[in-house]
């Protein structure tokens, strides 16, 4: 019952979107600051050990 109203109101959508959204951004940055975490001192330690 409570599932058909809630989908009536275009107002509890948005809140749904911007929420998923929000969870997205944040999943994104923490991915997008683990894969560059380990590949920035992964090719500074390499450059150091050239030189």
């Known amino acids: 019952m409570w599932n058909d109203e809630f989908w009536e109101n275009p107002w509890d959508q948005g809140g749904l979107a911007v929420i998923g959204l929000f969870i997205v951004t944040i999943l ?10 380990f590949l920035s001192p992964a090719e500074n330690t390499n450059q150091c050990e050239e030189l």
Do not use: E, K, N
């Open 28 to 37: 994104s940055l923490v991915m997008f600051a683990i894969v560059f975490g």
